[in-house]
């Protein structure tokens, strides 16, 4: 492929917002020469940031879009033992403050230590420590304003179901002032015949009924150009270029059922082999419908069927397992805020600190005002939060007494600083309280060679209009190959006075989620190799194949990559799952799993965190948070 037609008919010489400036060099970046430098060698300090980080969009998210920079530059050093000199140990500034209650980690793990902690001893001082420049881990959202008009996406995080009323400790929607009935924007009368989504994930599954979904599939000869092919399931895949022979095993996968092979301990089994092991010898299903379940399984947990226990297969209610029937209900549906979860998360800081968001304690100021961040550090507050600050050591100041406190050492800015606590949290992932946690026992050590973490890039494209959308006739798009394999538009929610706007003539955020998984390689490999990719691809390469993609796509549907792109922001999270193989639910040899110990607390530190519930999402992130800090108040000190 000519190089003049990459940026040209593609549209990379266009302005949009994704920091121009990169695309001085763009022919011979698209060209492959255009690795950052500071990922040439390792322990390299980051440089040529704006060719790897790209564009952040506005609003207060606008510099913390995916892991950052900072973050990288601090984490990496960590890793390699930069920070362990006596001479950097010399420069460490002690702020003198003793905190009762110190959270690691600004997610929703720390957000909900925090949240009970604070409920608990409402008159302690707290103090939450997060590395990025805004609260939320990866909840986080992408804001562009394309033609006057504000559109946002998430950057992670995103899509929840409305739960019941407990009134119970952990139900947060009640205590935080959640609404449960929301409203979402009006479906124009032009396209009142597609099904739109309202999340980003269910119609891949889930809830495909309830979505118009269109399949690509790769032409070949006259057809080479391929052809979609609409809701394919509602009709036995008879319009699929699939063998009958797989169409035929493609539906069996979809009504087999676990209890005709195995009727007790099920959990248990599923989790003594792989997905790939259950649909292939259990199953007797061919290798085609691991392939196409793949890019499903990873989008929920970050690998595929090769890598992943079968108990997960069942827990997501993937085919094969006879559970997909709850999914079926009416009642049950996939919500997501404008941003994605980061609404549940602002609803968690203004709790904690209520002059952190401005205007008042409701639905519209909460997700739509501007955070006031010199509110969330300040000395009178009972819980503050410090952010862009990096924790880089921890451990136990001497003799586990009474009188003994945690000593916290972070970087912040080109400064190291420390403080002390009476508790601690550490609501952070196992591939970074390996190298901080000073103290942690070797049981806890050998527990967390176990764990593996995966990447995932999640692309948010701004769109000037999305009428080949409405051409094809649906709003969610799979696909085999190439760059990704879904992407969709949702129908907006309706956030008080903010309504994003939703008409096929006007803008609207398009979103990629990306796992990265590798079939054939070990579970470690596989997220190595993402992580490397990840971290290696400048942005300019990363929209070259978005572009290429949606041409590939939707180019006959009218999709023009030169006028129909207003923007592109890249968030990329190189630890985004934890990776559940086999024995991670229940031990092989029957013993205690890896989680287990982890969650016991060793001193006046307690770990809490999503990734110990196997599956990191909201809801088990806040629990793990909670978990953590009612251990640490059975503790006597």
């Known amino acids: 492929?000519?190089?003049?037609?990459?940026?040209?008919?593609l549209g990379l010489n266009k302005k949009i917002t994704r920091r121009d400036f990169i695309y001085i060099s763009a022919a011979a970046a698209v060209a492959g020469s255009g690795i950052p430098k500071y990922l040439r060698a390792s322990g390299q300090s980051i440089s040529d940031i704006d060719g790897w980080y790209g564009y952040g969009g506005i609003g207060d998210y606008a510099s913390s879009h995916g892991n950052t920079p900072e973050t990288l530059k601090v984490a990496h050093g960590m890793r390699n033992g930069e920070f362990n000199s006596s001479s950097f140990q010399?420069?460490?500034?002690?702020?003198?403050?003793?905190?009762d209650l110190v959270v690691v980690g600004g997610g929703f793990s720390g957000l909900s230590a925090a949240f009970h902690y604070n409920k608990q001893r409402?008159?302690?001082?707290?103090?939450?420590?997060?590395?990025?420049?805004?609260?939320?881990?990866?909840?986080?959202?992408?804001?562009?304003?394309?033609?006057?008009?504000?559109?946002?996406?998430?950057?992670?995080?995103?899509?929840?179901?409305?739960?019941?009323?407990?009134?119970?400790?952990?139900?947060?929607?009640?205590?935080?002032?959640?609404?449960?009935?929301?409203?979402?924007?009006?479906?124009?009368?032009?396209?009142?015949?597609?099904?739109?989504?309202?999340?980003?994930?269910?119609?891949?599954?889930?809830?495909?009924?309830?979505?118009?979904?269109?399949?690509?599939?790769?032409?070949?000869?006259?057809?080479?150009?391929?052809?979609?092919?609409?809701?394919?399931?509602?009709?036995?895949?008879?319009?699929?270029?699939?063998?009958?022979?797989l169409r035929k095993e493609l539906l069996r996968w979809r009504k087999e059922s676990v209890t005709d092979y195995k009727q007790d301990n099920i959990e248990k089994w599923l989790d003594s082999m792989t997905l790939k092991e259950y649909y292939e010898n259990i199953l007797k299903l061919p290798k085609e419908v691991t392939n196409y379940a793949d890019p499903i399984l990873a989008s929920a947990i970050g690998l595929g069927c090769d890598a992943i226990s079968a108990y997960w297969g069942w827990y997501f209610s993937l085919p094969g397992f006879g559970n997909s029937d709850r999914y079926q209900s009416e009642d049950l549906m996939?919500?997501?805020?404008?941003?994605?979860?980061?609404?549940?998360?602002?609803?968690?800081?203004?709790?904690?600190?209520?002059?952190?968001?401005?205007?008042?304690?409701?639905?519209?100021?909460?997700?739509?005002?501007?955070?006031?961040?010199?509110?969330?550090d300040k000395s009178s507050n009972k819980v503050r939060m410090r952010l862009g600050a990096t924790v880089i050591d921890v451990r136990h100041a001497g003799i586990r007494s009474e009188k003994e406190k945690v000593i916290i050492t972070y970087v912040k800015g080109e400064k190291i600083y420390q403080l002390k606590a009476r508790k601690i949290v550490m609501a952070t992932a196992g591939n970074m309280n390996r190298y901080v946690l000073h103290d942690l026992p070797e049981g806890h050590k050998k527990a967390y060679a176990s764990f593996h973490h995966s990447a995932v890039l999640v692309a948010n494209v701004a769109l000037t209009n999305w009428r080949f959308l409405k051409n094809l006739g649906f709003a969610?798009?799979?696909?085999?190959?190439?760059?990704?394999?879904?992407?969709?538009?949702?129908?907006?929610?309706?956030?008080?006075?903010?309504?994003?706007?939703?008409?096929?003539n006007l803008p609207i955020v398009l979103t990629f989620y990306v796992p990265m998984y590798y079939?054939?390689?070990?579970?470690?490999?596989?997220?190595?190799?993402?992580?490397l990719e990840l971290l290696t691809t400048p942005f300019?390469?990363?929209?070259?194949?978005?572009?290429?993609?949606?041409?590939?796509?939707?180019?006959?549907?009218?999709?023009?990559?030169?006028?129909?792109?207003?923007?592109i922001i890249l968030n990329r999270w190189g630890h985004a799952y934890v990776n559940p193989q086999p024995g991670f639910m229940y031990d092989k040899k029957g013993g205690e799993t890896a989680s287990a110990v982890i969650r016991k607390p060793f001193g006046r530190i307690a770990i809490g965190h999503s990734e110990l519930h196997g599956h990191m999402n909201w809801t088990g992130a806040a629990a793990e948070g909670k978990r953590a800090i009612n251990q640490l108040m059975e503790n006597k000190f």
């Open 540 to 567: 300019v390469k990363y929209e070259q194949q978005i572009r290429e993609q949606m041409f590939r796509l939707f180019g006959h549907a009218g999709f023009n990559p030169q006028t129909d792109i207003a923007g």
């Open 519 to 531: 079939p054939g390689l070990s579970i470690k490999e596989q997220g190595t190799t993402g992580r």
């Open 122 to 245: 409402p008159s302690d001082k707290c103090l939450i420590i997060d590395n990025h420049p805004i609260f939320g881990g990866e909840a986080k959202r992408n804001e562009f304003i394309v033609n006057g008009h504000r559109i946002i996406g998430p950057q992670g995080s995103n899509g929840f179901v409305i739960p019941p009323v407990t009134n119970k400790a952990d139900d947060y929607f009640t205590e935080l002032s959640i609404p449960r009935e929301f409203k979402y924007a009006p479906v124009p009368k032009s396209v009142d015949g597609i099904k739109f989504p309202l999340d980003n994930y269910g119609f891949m599954h889930w809830l495909s009924h309830r979505s118009s979904v269109g399949h690509f599939f790769n032409g070949s000869g006259a057809n080479a150009s391929g052809n979609w092919v609409t809701d394919l399931w509602e009709n036995d895949l008879s319009s699929t270029p699939w063998s009958e022979n």
């Open 476 to 504: 969610s798009c799979m696909w085999t190959s190439g760059f990704g394999f879904s992407c969709n538009i949702r129908r907006p929610m309706v956030v008080g006075k903010y309504q994003q706007p939703f008409d096929p």
């Open 90 to 99: 010399s420069k460490t500034i002690d702020t003198g403050e003793i905190y």
């Open 1 to 9: 492929m000519r190089k003049s037609y990459l940026i040209d008919e």
């Open 334 to 376: 996939f919500h997501s805020f404008p941003g994605g979860n980061t609404g549940i998360a602002r609803f968690f800081v203004k709790k904690l600190v209520p002059n952190a968001i401005k205007g008042a304690n409701n639905f519209n100021d909460t997700i739509n005002q501007s955070i006031a961040f010199n509110e969330l």
